[in-house]
């Protein structure tokens, strides 16, 4: 298993990676937006980035990964959990207590993931996706 890779807060030095890489296309001025006030988080391997994860804030406190994604060649190397790592001592520092993230209903494997890594079920959005729902996860942290 590697872990010879850093993680950290984006910097616009990612915005290459960051607006062709993973399944999310979020537009420029929010993805500028999002670097700018530290709501991305990007793991390099080798000065090369190969995983990050977008934040939002529920209630503009409560962290929610709201995308997570490794490139497939780097999977289960640990980048994905050094990424939560990050984030949960980031959210420990100003005095959290849970991490929320969700997954579609009927994507077993990021569900199988989060369970793995310490997430647990806390309810459906219902209808969401074209009807298909939204599974939310919550992990407590300390
Ligand atoms: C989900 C994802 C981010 C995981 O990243 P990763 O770097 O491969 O994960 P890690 O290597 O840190 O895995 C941590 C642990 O989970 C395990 N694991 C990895 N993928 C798993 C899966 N699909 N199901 C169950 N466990 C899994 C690893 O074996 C590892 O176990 P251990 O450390 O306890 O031995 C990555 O697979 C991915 O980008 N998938 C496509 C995008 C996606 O579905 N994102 C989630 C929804 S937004």
New binding site residues.
Partial sequence: MSKNFETGWAITEDWGFLSTAGVIRLSEAILRRKIEWQEIIVACKEQSQV?YAHIDYLWSYVPFIA????GESE???????TILAFLEKDACMRGGEVIYSS?QCGEV??Q??YR??GFEECGILSGHNEGVGEILFRKRIN
């Fill in positions: 995983g995308t997570i994604w490794v999977r289960n190397q640990g980048v994905g959990r997954s494997e990021p199988a993931w793995r890594v």
